[in-house]
């Protein structure tokens, strides 16, 4: 298994660009999530899905939008970049909550992005 | 706002050495885990324990969890260099297990 993958590993953005950062786990889990890191901090979580076609607002999700068309891919839409999106986003899946262990997160490499 | 406070924000310790690393939580959890995170990488999660439970070992790795105190501790004995990295303790809510909580992590350093 792959695991989860991210790409691209890095991008660097103009002010007001859009783009997508794709996300692709194939361990058949039920929940996906999109973090971001800033320097010096911990994750803060921007939306999350608990399976296709189901998303949900994290604690910073102003800026970006997510879908879910398959267990697979969970894309995160930044629609307008701004600088202060600046920083390193994880996506990550668990199994499901009622599984004994599924509470577990299996992180992907992390994409970083730079918005001048 | 992160739920977690971690502490130290950086410990720097010798080779052979355990180290401790602890974790304050405000709310009600399900469950805390703790992850590593390697210079530049993803994190890797290291251990969870469940709110009915007080301790748990893996290896060299002990965690506590006392929920009357809202806190939680890492022990890492026998510290190797290649320990040297970030660990973050995120909590469980009864949200689900999609949506925890990070803290903002503890560097730790291991000198050979």
């Known amino acids: 298994n792959a695991g989860v993958t991210q790409t691209p590993k890095f991008q660097v953005l103009k002010t007001g660009q859009s783009m997508t950062l794709q996300c692709a786990q194939d361990m058949n889990h039920e929940y996906m999530s999109w973090y971001r890191q800033d320097p010096g901090m911990g994750l803060r979580l921007i939306h999350y899905s608990v399976g296709a076609g189901i998303t949900d607002q994290g604690e910073v999700p102003n800026g970006y939008n997510v879908s879910r068309s398959t267990t697979e891919d969970f894309p995160l839409r930044l629609l307008s970049a701004a600088p202060s999106q600046t920083s390193v986003y994880f996506c990550?899946?668990?199994?499901?909550?009622?599984?004994?262990?599924?509470?577990?997160?299996?992180f992907g490499p992390g994409t970083r992005l730079l918005v001048l | 706002s992160q739920q977690g406070e971690e502490d130290p924000q950086a410990l720097s310790i010798q080779e052979g050495e355990n180290a401790t690393m602890n974790c304050s939580y405000k709310t009600s959890i399900n469950n805390l885990q703790w992850y590593r995170q390697n210079s530049g990488r993803g994190l890797v999660h290291l251990i969870l324990?469940?709110?009915?439970?007080r301790e748990k070992h893996s290896g060299r790795l002990r965690v506590t969890l006392d929920t009357s105190k809202k806190s939680s501790s890492l022990l890492i004995t026998a510290s190797r260099a290649a320990d040297t990295a970030s660990y973050f303790c995120a909590t469980g809510g009864l949200g689900g297990a999609q949506k925890l909580v990070f803290g903002q992590g503890t560097r730790l350093t291991i000198n050979p």
């Open positions: 324990i469940r709110s009915n439970e």
């Open positions: 990550a899946s668990s199994y499901s909550h009622g599984l004994a262990g599924g509470e577990t997160q299996y």
